[in-house]
Nanobody, 118 residues
Framework: QVQLVESAGGLVQPGGSLRLSCAASGRSFSTYVMGWFRQAPGKEREFVAV????????YYAGSVKGRFTISRDNTRNTVYLQMNNLKPEDTAVYYC???????????WGQGTQVTVSS
């Protein structure tokens, strides 16, 4: 069993930056693929980024590629999402998720609100 707790999001101006973190409890954190997803008001939840267990492989949604960076620290059981050059369309509730394989996530965080507005 894995429990995931995201850090607080916040209100950011367009063009600004924000880093989210997601702390995991439980054992064998490095054996889990970790993903970030988001859900904007009135829309379905969408994929943002994923990172392999070792951290050596990452993949991004086209809408965030080049602006967001996913990373992890397996010594701290934590995954991060660095978000730069934020846009109003990045406004959403952001969730981290853990799974044994890409595309199959068994554990989810509670979500954290990110609002990009001037």
């Amino acid at each position: 069993q894995v429990q995931l707790v995201e850090s607080a999001g916040g209100l950011v101006q367009p063009g600004g930056s924000l880093r989210l973190s997601c702390a995991a409890s439980g054992r064998s954190f490095s054996t889990y693929v970790m993903g970030w997803f988001r859900q904007a008001p009135g829309k379905e939840r969408e994929f943002v980024a994923v990172i392999s267990g070792s951290g050596s492989s990452t993949y991004y949604a086209g809408s965030v590629k080049g602006r967001f960076t996913i990373s992890r620290d397996n010594t701290r059981n934590t995954v991060y999402l660095q978000m730069n050059n934020l846009k109003p369309e990045d406004t959403a509730v952001y969730y981290c998720a853990a799974g044994r394989i890409v595309g199959s996530y068994n554990f989810w965080g509670q979500g954290t609100q990110v609002t990009v507005s001037s």
